[in-house]
């Protein structure tokens, strides 16, 4: 992660902790989205990609072993197409390629503020 992130990745410990073991994994089309006072579910939003259903395994996977806690809820695990991790504060969405574009669930949130994260780099897009 670059250290132009901008403040509300920088500022939360998890939230870039998650973005780093997704990317790990080589998780694609990854965004974080700061939902803050859109949402009473959560702060944060964390979503990204794999090409197969072993990779959204292992992204999900290296996201719920390496974080110092379980996650609060896991969802989809058992078909590994859209696998929701629950951690109170962030919720992380691991989608396969394929889904993701059919839910498009960024666009649900298009006032949030986004960071997208490419190969350890960021880029920030103001929504």
Known sequence: MSDSAPDFVSDQYLLKQIIHLALEKK??????????????VTDF?????????????????NIRRSTPHKPRHLEGYENLNWVLLDYFDVVVHVFRKDDRDYYNIEK???DAPITE?????????DH
């Open 27 to 40: 998780a694609i089309e990854l965004v974080a989205m700061d939902v803050r006072g859109l949402s009473s």
């Open 108 to 110: 649900l949130w298009a």
């Open 117 to 125: 994260f490419i190969d350890e780099e960021t880029e920030t897009t």
């Open 45 to 61: 939003f964390v979503i990204c990609s794999g090409d197969s259903e072993p990779q959204v395994k292992a992204i999900a996977d």
